[in-house]
Nanobody
Framework: QVQVVESGGGLVQAGGSLRLSCAAS????????MGWYRQAPEKQRELVAT???????NYADSVKGRFTISRDNAKKTVYLQMNSLKRDDTAVYYC????????WGQGTQVTVSS
């Protein structure tokens, strides 16, 4: 059974930074590709960053150069370092497998104020 718990969200001013964490209970975590997704109000959920088991990363154009995804396989944890935050980054952030998502966690709210 897959379980993920996201944390680290909060309220931050534009230009600020946050670091999100995702503790994952996933079989064979170390070889699974993980991703951070987000869903803004009245918008569809979108994938913003991915990381393979070997550490290869990929980013949506909207966050490239500002966000960094990383993982600690020993701790079964995925991180998202978010810098230079913009109001458009306001959303609930989730982590999950890529591409075949499992059960969604509760997410963590990120609110960026101007």
């Amino acid at each position: 059974q897959v379980q993920v718990v996201e944390s680290g969200g909060g309220l931050v001013q534009a230009g600020g930074s946050l670091r999100l964490s995702c503790a994952a209970s996933i079989y064979m975590f170390g070889i699974r590709t993980m991703g951070w997704y987000r869903q803004a109000p009245e918008k569809q959920r979108e994938l913003v960053a991915t990381i393979t088991g070997s550490g290869e990363t990929n980013y949506a154009d909207s966050v490239k150069g500002r966000f960094t995804i990383s993982r600690d396989n020993a701790k079964k944890t995925v991180y998202l370092q978010m810098n230079s935050l913009k109001r458009d980054d306001t959303a609930v952030y989730y982590c999950n497998l890529v591409p075949n998502v499992a059960a969604w966690g509760q997410g963590t709210q990120v609110t960026v104020s101007s």
